[in-house]
């Protein structure tokens, strides 16, 4: 089992930053690839950026150039660094975490994005 705690959302004014951070605990050692995840009511959950155990990253195209995921093994910690922000990225963003048999999401947290 994994479980994963998102933090870090808020309300920003077009053109600002901000770093949400999933926090993973359990078996960890299993994941092999995380994701970000945004939903917007109506919509269907669409990828943003995924990181492989490798390092590997990558983006969706919204979002190339702006954002930038992460992970701090030593912490557990995947980030999501959000910059640029335009109100077409208000949504509420999920961590994803999977394993061979499995997936497992965070709670999700909103991102606000005025202009």
């Known amino acids: 089992q994994v479980q994963l705690v998102e933090s870090g959302g808020g309300q920003v004014q077009a053109g600002g930053s901000l770093r949400l951070s999933c926090a993973a605990s359990?078996?960890?050692?299993?994941?092999?690839?995380m994701r970000w995840y945004r939903q917007t009511p109506g919509n269907q959950r669409e990828v943003v950026a995924m990181i492989l155990d490798s390092g590997v990253t990558n983006y969706a195209d919204s979002v190339k150039g702006r954002f930038t995921i992460s992970r701090d093994n030593a912490k557990n910690t995947l980030y999501l660094q959000m910059n640029n922000l335009r109100p077409e990225d208000t949504a509420v963003y999920y961590c994803?975490?999977?394993?061979?048999?499995?997936?497992?999401w965070g709670q999700g947290i909103q991102v606000t994005v005025s202009s």
């Open positions: 994803q975490a999977r394993t061979v048999q499995e997936q497992y």
């Open positions: 359990g078996s960890i050692s299993s994941i092999h690839v």
